[in-house]
């Protein structure tokens, strides 16, 4: 599915000007000097008109196919056959931040006759079904060309509250990638679990990185990559979406994440202020990590993102 803002025009410039304009062809003939023997006429071409006396076009009018965004504030024509658009002609185009800016969703867009994707709920946290969850609140979206994103989930993004800064620890190549978020003064390194041939990052965070916690599912996607050999995979060889769950499944382990964040809340409030504070059965306020003291802000991001075996040995 390309994205609906991609267009594409024919487009005439002069190779005799200086200056090199381009201009889209609308399909009236009647004026175009270019195309019959008036071209010898033309000022530009005047000069050059000994190097084709007897053309009966002018032989510096040049044409092409070009692409171009439609939601673009200023129109930057690309030649067809250029790869800067190959993410505007794929599923790819959901994770662009004009088009984000424009249809309001990261949702895939339905088939003829498919029902739209939806998005369940998990206590006030959503939980988008076409994406694949991990234990370590990270989800990947996979396209059908093969193309894939991975970002950190609405749970870990509500819980840690505005970004301060995100660095990259993997970048490129066949990795299990992974990025450290800084919230205040805790470092929290948050990785995806199964190895993904990254082939890029969203360089946005790093100057915006409250963009990540603001809209987790789409502008703050944090890694770009594709699936290799998706229809065999060698026997042993570990799969994308091993280990992640998705659709009613990731729901409900969702849910199972807001209590046992609930009991990790509380366990802290008890160690700060001796006792433990009235719960009313909901989550935890939002940035709870950023209200928290330094050691504890530490051990409960920690406790968040390990095993059970962890949490047994932390307690």
């Known amino acids: 599915m390309r994205c609906p803002f991609l267009r594409e025009a024919h487009v005439q410039s002069c190779q005799a000007s200086p200056f090199r304009k381009q201009i889209v062809r609308s399909g009236h003939a009647a004026d175009d000097r270019c195309g019959s023997a008036a071209w010898r006429d033309c000022f530009a071409a005047r000069e050059l008109t000994e190097e ?37 002609g794929s599923e790819s185009h959901r994770y662009c931040d004009l088009y984000l800016a424009l249809a309001r969703t990261s949702a895939p867009t339905p088939e003829t006759g498919e029902p739209a994707p939806r998005s369940d709920d998990a206590d006030g946290i959503p939980v988008p079904t076409w994406l694949w969850f991990a234990p370590s609140h990270t989800w990947l979206a996979v396209a059908s060309d093969g193309v894939c994103h991975i970002g950190v989930d609405a749970f870990l993004a509500r819980t840690l509250g505005g970004i301060d800064r995100v ?22 390194t948050v990785s995806f679990p199964n190895p993904v041939l990254i082939t890029g990052v ?12 603001r809209d ?23 799969k994308l979406t091993d280990g992640l769950l998705r659709g009613d499944a ?16 509380e ?20 940035g709870l990590i950023r209200t928290l003291p330094h050691e504890e802000a ?18």
Request: with cysteine; proline share 7%.
């Open 167 to 188: 660095q990259f620890v993997t970048t490129k190549g066949l990795e299990r990638p992974a990025a450290v978020l800084t919230v205040r003064d805790v470092d929290l």
């Open 298 to 315: 530490l051990r409960l991001s920690h406790l968040l993102l390990s095993t059970a075996t962890d949490e047994e040995r932390f307690s």
């Open 267 to 286: 366990a802290a409030s008890e160690r700060i202020w001796g006792a433990r504070l009235a719960a009313d059965g909901g989550l935890p306020a939002p």
């Open 52 to 88: 084709h006396p007897s053309a009966g076009s002018c032989p510096f009018h040049a044409e092409s196919l070009v692409q171009y965004c439609s939601s673009a504030p200023v129109t930057k024509f690309i030649p067809w056959s250029d790869q800067a658009f190959s993410r505007c």
């Open 250 to 265: 990731a729901t409900a382990w969702m849910r199972r994440e807001g209590l046992r964040l609930r009991g990790l809340a």
């Open 202 to 213: 969203n360089g946005a965070l790093r100057a915006d990185p409250a963009r990540l916690a």
């Open 216 to 238: 987790p599912y789409g502008l703050g996607w944090l890694f770009e990559g594709i699936v290799r050999d998706r229809a065999s995979l060698p026997s042993g060889h570990t």
